[in-house]
Structure formats: C-alpha cells, structure tokens
C-alpha cells in the first residue's frame, strides 16, 4: 500500500482506475521525489478501452464535420484557458521550465485551430463528364478507431498532433501516453468531454509495452501513429505493418547546425545555446552537433560558446530565471553522463563539463549541467548517436561541401539548419541535405501546423508526415466512385454487355 496518488485511465468518457496491479512510478523531476503512480493496463483494460471506441466511432463520423470542428473550437477556448495551470502540471511531472511548457501546449494547440478546417480538407475531387454520362468524384472517409503512442517530451504538443486530424476526420482516437508524464494527457481527455466530445471518441490508456502490444496486434484498430526513441519506431512499424496497419512512426534526431563563416556568430551562439540546452536538450529537433565551417570560424565559436555555455542557468522547472530544468529521470540522468565519460574516452575535447552539478535546495533533483565537447569526429559515439541531455558536439569541418556530407550522411535525419548571410549558399543547402526539416538562420525548424512535419532515414518510418495536409490523409481513405447515369448517354447504356476493360472513350 501507498499514499501516493494514483492516476487513472480515461475511458467512455470517465477516469477507471487500472485493475492490472501493475503501476509506475511519477516523478518530479526538479526534487528528485515520486509524486504519483500510473496504472500499466492489462491487456483485458485496452481490450475494453477500444470496445468503447469502436462502439462510439460510427455516431461521431456520422455527425457532419461542421458540428464536429465546433466541437473544436470550444476545446481550443478551454485549452488556452486552461494552458497556465496545464503548463505547470506538465513542468511538475517533465521538469521543462513552465515557459518551456507553454510553448508545448501552444504547438499542439496550433495543430487544433489547423483541424477546425477539417470541413474543407475532408473534401473530395469531382469530375463531370469524364466520360459520356459519367461522373467520377472521391471522398475521405475516417479509418475507424486508431492509436497514438507518444514519448514523454512533448506529453501535449505530441498526442494533440495526434488527436487533433484523427478526431477531426471522424475516428475515435486512443492515446497510449508515456508514462513518465501522463497527467496533462487525461487533463486533455477532460477538456475533451467538456467540450462536447462524445464519450469513447478519445480515450487515454496508460502503460507499457504490454499495453502498446495489444494497440498494435488488434484487428479493430486500424492505425498507429507513434513517436519516441528509434528502436521502439521501428518495433511498432515494422509490428503494425505485418498486422495490416497503416503506420507512422518517428523516432530520434541528430540535428546539425552548420555555421558558415559569413554568418553573424553572436546570433548562431544564440541559437545554439537556446537549441542545445533548451528543454534539457530533451527535444527531438535539438541541436546536438556545431558544425563551424573553417578553423577560423570554428576558433571563434568555441570561445563565444565556452563563455556564454558556462552562465547557463539550471535550476527548478518552477524557477522562472531558469534556461533550463533537469532531465526527466535519474536514469537519463546517468545515461547522459555515461555519455560524457565516452566522449572523454573516444578522444574528444571536453570544454564545459555539466557533471556534479547540483542545485541547492534540490540536492535529489536530476539536474545536469551545460556541457560542450570540442574536436568531436564522425567516429566517435556521442556522435553518431543520440543523446538526448543538454550536451553539444563541435564538429569541426574544413569547408561546405564537408559540412553537408556530414548531415547527410548521418543516420539520423529529423532537422538540420545552416546559418549564413549567403542566399545561394542556403538554397544549394536546402535543395541537397537529405534531412527532412530545414532551417535557414532558424535552428528548431519545426513547421507551422499547416505544413507537415516529419524526418527522414532513421527519424521517422512511414510515408506521410505528421499535421498539415498528411495528418488528414494519414487518418483518413480515400474512395472513388464513378458513376454513370444513363438518361445523358443512352446510346452506350443500351449496347448489351460489353466484355473489354471499360475506357472512357
Ligand atoms: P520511448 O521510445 O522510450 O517511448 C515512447 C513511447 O513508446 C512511450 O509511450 C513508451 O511507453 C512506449 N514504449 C517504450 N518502450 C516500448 C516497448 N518496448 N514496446 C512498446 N512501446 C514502448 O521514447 P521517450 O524516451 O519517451 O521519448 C524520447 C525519444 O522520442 C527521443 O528519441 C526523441 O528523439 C524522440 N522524439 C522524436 C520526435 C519526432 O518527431 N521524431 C518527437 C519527440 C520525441
């Protein structure tokens, strides 16, 4: 027995308490102490999870989609109503700073006001008289129930990404969160209900592994749409296509940030700074990779950054001069560290070393400090894999042509920017880098809601990206009808059977 709160499902538009047995732990990352328990559900409990969705999603997509986004608006009016006490729920469990956390929920709030236009984006194509007497038109039907599994660094902007085009365009929307930061998630599933949602058209069941299996191995759920680490993408990828699923799955980041020796340094050191530590470098689209171009440059960098990097300030998520908070466990905690003492092992320069940092009055918190490697070459593991704390590699590059190949060629191809004063440098750039998202002068590129986000090589598997046009093609299927009415061709409809392959001719 514990006196820990405990968390709940949320399912047929009412919180359940899990009946597993099975809990995790909820910490507050900034004091180091648990301060929940979330149920992990049973196979039984998601069974019964997607039995109300699939038993509610056919009235919903038979309400027109013009009720459907007031639905919409009302939950964006609450959202944003509710968003500065959302933003600390979500500090309190993630350990991002509350101003950090606001701009969370505003991305995934961007992608709500984008879905209010479903009415529009559901429209089919129509062709009068494609051929004599007949018309031929395509509609987009929901898929039916589906799934979202989402990582515990964006535990709103992520599942409302999610939710938003699938509910949107008439599905009933089951969100597996993580289980680090669940409460903002059923926080949501409430301003759901609030605003009109019917009961099963969004549910929330926490879990595991053992909860994602049965998401992605039963038949009446028809799509899945992950993100998280790499491994875990491809798992499900590659286990929901076997099932028959429509998948999309996004998984880890690399991002390089290219400085060319035109650019202004002061505002690419700003950018790295903000980019490489900001949100504890916890954000799939961090920079984790300085690629000053030329010694010159890269010697002028590294002692802006050195400088600024040292006066970083770690400190409580709450804490509102904080740059950044701690990390969100101690296990990524001592991940991260294990890192930094390969770094030091594989030949690399260490130029701030963030170990051993504690915060006073938070001595148990998972606080670590700013951290910057030098000298970092393609060989090295702090290279080529992710890391996921607020640590920066310096990847020196003798010239443009280097500095390209090196984001390239990475396995990992989420984001990418390049700073220059140089139009035709930055358009060569963008046309060639095989990354999915770029930044020109710009160092998180994360697209407006009405473009579509997504990485490539090893971030992301699947083929259409998340929000804009691809997250209502993604949730949705197309059919085509033609049509013939014999009245404007009755010379053809009166010929007899006809034993070719029909033509329009
Ligand atoms: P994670 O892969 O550990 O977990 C993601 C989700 O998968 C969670 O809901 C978790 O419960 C579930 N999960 C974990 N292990 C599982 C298993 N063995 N089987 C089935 N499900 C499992 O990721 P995380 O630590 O929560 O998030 C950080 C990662 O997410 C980073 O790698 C980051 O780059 C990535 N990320 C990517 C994007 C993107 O758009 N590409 C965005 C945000 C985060």
């Not at 010694?295 to 400088?307: D, G, H, M, P, S």
């Not at 030098?374 to 704390?389: K, L, P």
Request: glycine share 12%; charged share 20%.
């Amino acid at each position: 027995m514990t006196d820990l709160p405990e968390l709940t499902h949320f399912i047929q538009g009412a919180h359940v308490f899990g009946s597993s047995g099975r809990f995790s732990d909820v910490w507050n990352p900034s004091t180091g102490e648990v301060q929940a328990r979330v149920p992990l559900a049973s196979k039984q409990e998601v069974e019964r999870a997607i039995a109300t969705a699939e038993a509610a999603q056919p009235g919903w997509a038979a309400t027109n989609p013009q009720k459907r986004a007031r639905v919409f608006m009302k939950f964006l009016q609450l959202l944003n109503a509710e968003s500065p006490e959302l933003a600390r729920t979500l500090s309190r469990e993630h350990g991002k700073t509350v101003a950090d956390s606001m701009g969370d929920i505003q991305r995934g709030a961007e992608v709500i006001e984008f879905s209010i236009g479903a009415p529009h984006l559901l429209k089919g194509e129509y062709s009068s008289a494609a051929g004599t007497g007949i018309d031929v038109f395509s509609m987009r039907q929901p898929l039916g129930v589906v799934a979202g599994i989402t990582p515990f660094n964006f535990p709103a902007m992520i599942p409302l990404w999610k939710c938003g085009p699938a509910i949107a365009a008439g599905n009933a929307f089951i969100l597996k969160p993580s289980e680090r930061d669940p409460s903002v998630p059923l926080r949501l599933a409430e301003l759901w209900k609030e605003a009109g949602l019917p009961d099963g058209i969004f549910t929330v069941v926490n879990g595991d592994k053992e909860a994602v299996d049965v998401l992605l191995d039963d038949e009446r759920v028809q799509a899945i749409g992950f993100v998280g680490s790499t491994p875990i993408a491809q798992y499900i990828y590659e286990r929901a296509a076997a099932n028959g699923k429509r998948a999309q799955c996004f998984g880890g980041a690399k991002n390089h940030l290219i400085i060319m020796p035109d650019a202004d340094l002061d505002d690419a050191v700003d950018a790295l700074l903000g980019a490489g530590y900001g949100s504890a470098g916890e954000r799939c689209m961090a920079i984790s990779v300085a690629v000053p171009v030329g010694e010159e440059t890269a010697n002028a960098l590294v002692a802006k950054l050195t400088e600024r990097v040292a006066e970083l300030k770690v400190g409580h998520s709450f804490d509102e001069g904080a740059d950044y908070g701690p990390l969100v466990t101690s296990q990524a905690k001592e991940r991260v560290e294990g890192y930094i003492q390969q770094g030091i092992d594989e030949g690399a320069s260490l130029v701030v070393d963030g170990r051993g940092f504690t915060l006073e009055g938070y001595e148990n918190g998972f606080y670590l400090g700013p951290t910057l490697f030098d000298g970092v070459t393609r060989d090295m593991a702090i290279y080529r894999e992710e890391i996921f704390g607020p640590v920066l590699a310096v990847v020196r590059a003798g010239d443009y042509e280097e500095a390209l190949a090196l984001a390239t060629d990475h396995e990992y191809g989420n984001g990418v920017a390049i700073f220059t004063r140089d139009g035709d440098t930055a358009r060569d750039f963008s046309a060639r880098v095989n990354v999915g998202m770029v930044g020109v002068n710009v160092p998180i590129p994360v697209p407006i809601a009405y473009y579509t986000f997504g990485g490539w090589k090893k971030s992301g598997f699947g083929d259409l990206n998340q929000h804009g046009t691809d997250g209502f093609r993604f949730y949705t299927k197309t059919k085509t009808v033609t049509s013939r009415w014999p009245s404007g061709a009755k010379e053809q409809a009166s010929g007899g059977a006809s034993f070719v392959m029909p033509t329009m001719d």
